[in-house]
């Protein structure tokens, strides 16, 4: 265990769906980021939070709506997904920011 | 585009044998640099971790190697085993908040 936990584990949705992906780490760090992981791809960061603040944004299409109420807790809300934002998506945590993450086991999203 | 590669997508190594793990960067400012390794249905590890004020960090059975002048980046594992199977992450701190991956080794170890 890693300390970052994800669920659920695994995901299938339809395109007018609305879900939730949910992380938790337990390791007391004040960063925490949604990486996206598509097949033959690298990981693709998609959001940080650092203290609970939104601190980057990679020009993620605006159907990912992140949502970090407090350090410990990080969202990710989806809604009338494409059938190409089928990937893993991961979420980790550090102490501090870019430096030595600790990601969860990930949510493994199949859009139909 | 990708600021960091790996030079091989796929690496076979004998049992026992030491493998060594190659990444390439392009930016000369990156300041910090990670391995992962990611094992099926898991999501990366963290294994080691170097400074660019380094050129060799050892762990427990892996070392890293970082040469600033030809901008590359090499994680070696002593006496590979089949727990070591797995695809292997370089990545580089960009700077603030950004961490950014290679596409992945992937490494069978032969029994």
């Known amino acids: 265990e890693t300390g970052v936990t994800q669920t659920p584990r695994h995901l299938v949705m339809g395109m007018t769906n609305k879900k939730s992906l949910k992380c938790e780490q337990h390791?007391?760090?004040?960063?925490m980021y949604w990486y996206k992981q598509s097949a033959k791809k690298p990981l693709e960061l998609m959001f940080v939070?650092?203290?609970?603040?939104?601190?980057e944004n990679n020009s993620v299409p605006s159907r990912f709506s992140p949502e970090c109420p407090n350090s410990s807790h990080l969202f990710l809300h989806l809604h009338t997904l494409q059938p190409e934002d089928s990937a893993l998506y991961l979420c980790?945590?550090?102490?501090?920011?870019?430096?030595?993450?600790?990601f969860g086991s990930g949510t493994q999203l199949s859009v139909l | 585009g990708e600021s960091v590669g790996l030079h091989l997508p796929t690496l076979s190594v004998q049992e026992g044998d030491n493998s060594i793990i190659n990444c390439a960067y392009s930016?000369?400012?990156?300041?910090?640099f990670i391995w992962y390794k990611q094992e099926s249905g898991k999501g990366p590890q963290f294994i080691i971790d170097?400074?660019?004020?380094?050129d060799k960090r050892q762990g427990q059975r892996v070392t890293v190697l970082l040469n600033k002048t030809v901008k590359h980046l090499s994680l070696q594992i002593a006496a590979t085993q089949p727990g070591d199977s797995a695809v292997y992450f370089c990545?580089?701190?960009?700077?603030?908040?950004?961490?950014?991956f290679g596409a992945g080794t992937t490494v069978t170890v032969r029994a």
């Open positions: 980790a945590s550090s102490q501090t920011p870019g430096r030595s993450l600790f």
């Open positions: 990545a580089e701190n960009l700077g603030d908040y950004k961490l950014s």
């Open positions: 390791l007391g760090h004040n960063a």
């Open positions: 930016n000369s400012a990156s300041d910090y």
């Open positions: 170097i400074r660019s004020n380094m």
């Open positions: 939070y650092s203290l609970e603040e939104r601190v």
